[in-house]
């Protein structure tokens, strides 16, 4: 009788996650492009879970989704699949959460319109199909501001510390958090706040202690990276005021949003500092980091659902009439359905690039005799070999400097040699002319010392292969 009594309480938050689940189907057994991070964090999770003899590893990386998806390795499971799959029913518990927090902070009505929002939020809805870390991240931040709204102090530390050893960024939400209670005059909260978000964090610190004799060395050289990586600070860079944008492209709907931070405003509530703070900070330290991607914006946009969920919600309240009200609830799950899977059909490589996919696959299967080098992480996700990075931390004239004098001193060593132009693993920063220099002294080198084993060509990326 509970379980009834609960399911018709809950109706429409499990109508919302039936449709959700149904749509991501629809498309999950279709051809999905591996990433670059997806490529490193699948890599990383063979290193870690084979002491180092398999994958790769990039120490500027956090380790918590490496570690949960390698899981699937070390049961000689297929780990794409299977982060795929976890990356499903941790979209759906995204959706509850945003559901539980809306009733919480705002209303039963705005739960409902905020978590259809993010359900169906078209990066989001993209991002659901790739291995990358924003959806865990975001998931553990509602986790975090949930315990919060509860009082549970010590469990709101502990999903805050797991959101940032899975997204550095994420960490944004400390301070949030911290804000929030001081905001409040919770100062005995602070306590086992504080002690719920050390003990993950000090575990983190230890393990880079042992393993590179610095402990917040990982986050500064993150940092530096972060602000010198070619990708989002020059090839795509973005101004500060492209997330504003973004908000609006992933559904029209989020103006709504406005209305609700209005309505906030004005109550003046202090249990609704938490979802303003929430919004704010995290909006404006994206916006001030020089390197900005719309991914970033999955952090704070359940944010955004939940006030544009109280600003329709509220507007909704004037319908007394229950069939409008269903109506308006249609209206919504129609439309932000159609922006969701339009800007997945959008961006999404419905078919493979025959050229990368080879490039990527040649490894499987083949014993290479000596080292594995390469300018792209992907190719790790189908070898268990270990690969040691062309590009990392940053491909430029000293990089690309000791790798031609490494392949100078030690080509005896090196078994096969990935090179592609595709990635962005081997571009060199502009105006940097010893770097393209030393490029064309590897291909050189290559071409004496290997044989050219795979050549191909898609547009304008090519991928080359050398081996003994």
């Known amino acids: 009788m509970n379980v009834l009594n609960h399911l018709k309480k809950h109706q429409e938050l499990y109508a919302v996650l039936a449709i959700a ?9 279709d051809f999905h492009e591996i990433w670059w991070d997806s490529g490193v964090y699948l890599g990383m999770a063979k ?12 120490h500027i ?6 570690l949960l998806i390698g899981v699937a390795w070390w049961l000689k499971l297929n780990m794409v ?5 976890f990356e499903l029913v941790i979209s759906m518990i995204s959706i509850a959460l945003v559901y539980a927090l809306g009733r919480k902070l705002f209303s ?10 993010w359900a169906f939020s078209a990066i989001g809805f993209y991002l659901s199909f790739h291995e990358y870390t924003e959806l865990p991240a975001v998931t ?11 009082e549970r102090w010590a469990w709101a530390g502990v999903f805050a510390s797991l959101a940032f050893l899975m997204k550095f960024p994420a960490g944004i939400f400390v301070p949030v958090l911290v804000i929030a209670l001081l905001a409040q005059k919770r100062w005995r909260a602070l306590l086992p706040f504080g002690i719920g978000f050390a003990v993950p964090t000090a575990a983190f610190l230890v393990f880079n202690q042992l393993m590179y004799g610095t402990a917040f060395g990982p986050l500064i050289d993150a940092h530096a990276s972060i602000l010198s990586v070619l990708g989002c600070n020059v090839l795509r860079y973005q101004p500060w005021w492209q997330y504003v944008v973004w908000i609006f492209t992933d559904n029209l709907l989020n103006v709504a949003a406005i209305g609700g931070i209005a309505l906030v405003v004005a109550r003046g509530k202090k249990q609704q500092v938490l979802p303003v703070l929430a919004l704010v900070i995290p909006a404006v330290y994206f916006m001030q980091m020089h390197c900005r991607e719309y991914r970033y914006l999955v952090l704070f946009l359940p944010m955004v659902s939940l006030f544009a969920g109280a600003g329709i919600a509220a507007a909704g309240d004037w319908l007394n009439r229950k069939r409008l009200w269903t109506a308006v609830v249609l209206v919504v799950v129609a439309a932000s359905v159609f922006q969701g899977v339009l800007f997945y059909q959008g961006n999404e490589r419905l078919t493979p690039d025959l050229a990368a996919e080879q490039y990527d696959h040649w490894l499987g299967g083949r014993h290479i005799d000596g080292e594995i080098w390469s300018s792209n992480p992907v190719v790790s996700v189908y070898t268990d070999a270990p690969v040691q990075k062309i590009y990392y931390p940053l491909y430029e004239q000293g990089s690309a400097t000791d790798f031609t004098n490494y392949l100078r001193a030690h080509a005896g060593r090196v078994g096969a040699v990935l090179l592609d132009n595709c990635g962005g693993g081997i571009i060199c920063p502009q105006g940097d002319v010893h770097c393209a220099e030393q490029l064309n002294a590897t291909r050189s080198i290559l071409n004496q010392n290997f044989k050219q084993v795979f050549f191909a060509q898609s547009g304008n990326c090519w991928y080359s292969i050398y081996a003994h």
């Open 108 to 117: 039963q009505r705005a739960a409902v319109i905020a978590s259809i929002l």
């Open 47 to 58: 290193y870690l879970w084979s002491a180092g003899s398999a994958g790769l590893w990039e």
């Open 140 to 150: 553990l931040v509602l986790a975090a501001l949930l315990a919060f709204t509860d």
């Open 61 to 66: 990386r956090p380790v918590l989704w490496p």
């Open 81 to 85: 699949w299977f982060a795929r799959v």
């Open 21 to 29: 689940l149904l749509a991501r189907l629809l498309y999950f057994f």
